[in-house]
């Protein structure tokens, strides 16, 4: 194909979706050099891309449009490119990225009912949403497009990110070893129980690591993690609501270690190499493990069962013959728990933690 001048990315997701379309677009960048790369994201989710070096221009648009604003978004894209690359198999993307410009590319579902969507870009993927690692689903698009595979997950800050957190910490991060702890994924489902923290961060304080937490402002969040961070010895700190996600993503480079669950913050941790354990209950981790530093090969990192360590990173698997069940938590929907994470002993996740560290010293 001619080589484009102006791109389109269009990630409409969740948080960890975009950040882990960073392969494709960096792969974009190297290849087209020249180009002017946009990315099309929901609003609230472009923080994660916030300073990023490929990206010319975030365009946020809201998650359920109503239809006088679905029109104005389509007019506002509408020709503007010279490629659109939708990373989704859904209706809106698709959409958008056909109405972006002449010649767009996707992924789709290769189902009777989506066939109409084949008519809406020039090529396209099928979408495999169970066996292969969301990073190289994205990467195939690059296949398509003919341009070399880059497998880096890219986690972006400025300057001015890292001064603002080393003025918002009561300690030298520099002079002073801490483990960063994000404890409240956006879904219950995949949460850990909240004494199994305390528990973490008091092993930790013992050997003289102190304990770092992180969050958003969410209002449920803030109490969520206020609660646990009340358990947790005196040296600990608390930062959520505090930080941008720029600024997590600093702070999460200069930790000794990283401990979250299936959440955004871990997949950045895991990206800018910082030893990593992850939590892992229902989630597909073939399909949604934290993308290691430095992964490079064509293969998905982890197996579906099974707790495994992939070079930073160790995804610890909570028990249970159902386990990954892939569904929203044991009562199925997004409010309800998850026993194999409820029921995750504190002293495997400390093992865990025991053995990045050690490895990483």
């Known amino acids: 194909m001619k080589v484009p001048q102006r791109v389109l990315l269009v990630v409409t997701r969740r948080i ?16 087209w050099p020249q180009a002017e ?6 609003r609230g989710t472009d923080g994660v891309l916030h300073g990023h070096p490929d990206i010319r221009r975030i365009i946020t648009v809201p998650e359920r449009p109503g239809f006088w604003q679905h029109l104005a978004i389509i007019s506002r894209l509408f ?50 949403n169970l066996g292969t690692h969301t990073v190289l689903m994205n990467l195939k698009l690059a296949d398509l497009l003919g341009i070399k595979r880059n497998h880096e997950v890219v986690a972006a800050w400025s300057k001015v990110d890292e001064d603002s957190v080393a003025t918002a910490l009561p300690f030298d991060l520099r002079a002073q070893p801490y483990a960063l702890l ?22 930790l304080d013992a050997r003289g690591v102190r304990t770092v937490l992180t969050g958003s402002a969410a209002a449920d969040e803030l109490t969520y993690v206020d609660e646990i961070f009340r358990k947790l ?3 600990a700190v608390n930062m959520a609501g505090k930080l941008s996600l720029t600024e997590s993503a600093f702070l999460a480079s200069r930790a000794k270690i990283y401990v979250g669950p299936d959440t955004a913050i871990t997949h950045v941790a895991a990206a800018v190499g910082t030893p990593t354990v992850a939590l892992y209950g229902p989630s597909n981790p073939v399909k949604w493990g934290p993308w290691p530093h430095g992964y490079k090969d064509d293969g998905n990192p982890y197996q579906l069962r099974g707790s495994q360590r992939v070079g930073n990173v160790f995804l610890l698997q909570g028990q249970g013959e159902c386990v990954p069940c892939m569904e929203e938590g044991c009562d199925r929907n997004i409010r309800s728990l998850s026993a194999c994470l409820q029921n995750m002993p504190s002293a495997e996740v400390i093992a865990a933690v025991q053995m990045m560290l050690e490895g990483s010293a």
């Open 79 to 128: 020709r503007r490119y010279d490629l659109a690359v939708s990373t989704l198999a859904g209706d809106k993307p698709t959409l958008y990225a056909w109405a972006a410009a002449k010649v767009r590319i996707g992924t789709l579902e290769d189902a009777p009912k989506q066939h109409w969507k084949q008519r809406l870009l020039s090529q396209w993927v099928p979408f495999d």
């Open 182 to 203: 994000h404890v409240y994924p956006k879904f219950p489902y995949k949460m850990w129980r909240s004494n199994g923290w305390a528990e973490v961060a008091q092993w």
């Open 37 to 42: 790369i946009d990315v099309l994201v929901f």
């Open 233 to 235: 010895p005196g040296s």
């Open 16 to 31: 960890g979706d975009v950040l882990l379309t960073t392969p494709l677009l960096r792969s974009i960048r190297l290849a």
